[in-house]
């Protein structure tokens, strides 16, 4: 499915955010800091959006790592960072099973991917190991937003408006666009997500709520004793 709509992911996603979705990343870029020095990492990085916006904030000694299980995803991150000059590391490679050793990596990031791993508390508890004790975790996600009026209107626009035109866009065969909504609307958030985040071993979760809530950027911090 997402190694259909690589080639128009980028588009369609700007279309059906209004390019909203660019500054929920500049807001989790600043949220959540990059390192002076150290390391990044991003799960399920896609085209590698966000791991691009920490490669032009984050300093020269500073190593950016871009992690994905769709390869055509990586190619065009691949593609993208070759024009901006902004040096990423892609690796293919599976969010439940990282290839990477014990706290490598001072932040720990993952931008409209945690719902796509198939456990999440496996995803988690991964993200979890690899991050330092006393590094962060910054997961943007979806969300569906507390107030009524909103909720109902953002509800509608995700079920009738976004699957039919991202699915036609994209030219996918897989109803893509319609998975979207399903997956936002099933996915734990709020409380339920912090207590997931909690038991992977972070601790100090703070959720930030962006655009009314249809986004929700959570910050936590490894626990030193996990």
Excluded at 108 to 126: C, D, H, K, P, S
């Amino acid at each position: 499915m997402f190694a259909e709509i690589a080639p128009r992911y980028d588009a369609v996603n700007r279309m059906l955010s209004g390019g909203i979705d660019i500054w929920w990343r500049r807001v989790t870029v600043s949220r959540a800091a990059p390192p002076t020095t150290g390391a990044i990492l991003d799960i399920c990085t896609g085209t590698g959006d966000l791991a691009l916006a920490y490669a032009a904030k984050a300093g020269p000694r500073v190593r950016v790592v871009a992690s994905d299980f769709c390869l055509p995803m990586l190619d065009r991150g691949v593609e993208k960072s070759r024009a901006r000059g902004l040096p990423v590391e892609w690796v293919e490679a599976d969010a439940m099973d990282l290839p990477f050793p014990d706290a490598t990596f001072d932040l720990v990031t993952v931008a409209f991917g945690l719902r796509n791993i198939a456990e999440t508390e496996r995803g988690l508890a991964e993200m979890a190991r690899v991050c330092k004790p006393g590094g962060r975790l910054a997961i943007l996600e979806f969300s569906l937003p507390s107030n009524p009026i909103i909720r109902r209107s953002y509800l509608w626009y995700f079920r009738n408006v976004l699957p039919r035109l991202g699915n036609a866009v994209a030219r996918n065969h897989a109803d893509a666009y319609s998975y979207l909504n399903q997956s936002v609307e099933e996915f734990p958030s709020g409380q339920a997500l912090v207590e997931l985040i909690t038991a992977a071993g972070f601790d100090r979760v703070e959720q930030i709520p962006l655009s009314f809530g249809i986004a929700t950027l959570s910050i936590a911090t490894k626990g030193t004793a996990t």
